[in-house]
């Protein structure tokens, strides 16, 4: 069910970025509400050269997200109080 629903939105996204990318790459990606890093992973292959950072407030999904996307930095946290500096 998560493929039916985040998948197109993760698609068109991740397609956003490629538009700014034009510009320039991007240097670091931040997924707030990451789940368990869906979003993160498919960014992964089209830039394996950025910083990927996610925030949830599900420890189990940020545990999940860590476990599967080991090059990324995942944390606990609120979008109101994210716990990366500015």
Do not use: Y
């Not at 240097?27 to 394996?48: E, H, M, N, Q, Y």
Request: charged share 20%; net charge negative.
């Amino acid at each position: 069910m998560q493929r039916l629903l985040f998948g197109p939105v993760h698609t068109k996204m991740l397609d956003m970025l490629v538009h700014e990318e034009a510009k320039e790459p991007p240097k670091c990606i931040l997924d707030v509400g990451c789940g368990t890093g869906r979003f993160l992973r498919a960014a992964s292959i089209r830039w394996p050269q950025a910083q990927l950072l996610g925030v949830d407030p599900a420890e189990q999904m940020v545990l999940e997200a860590a476990r599967l996307n080991p090059q990324a930095t995942f944390k606990v946290g609120f979008a109101e109080s994210l716990p990366f500096p500015d």
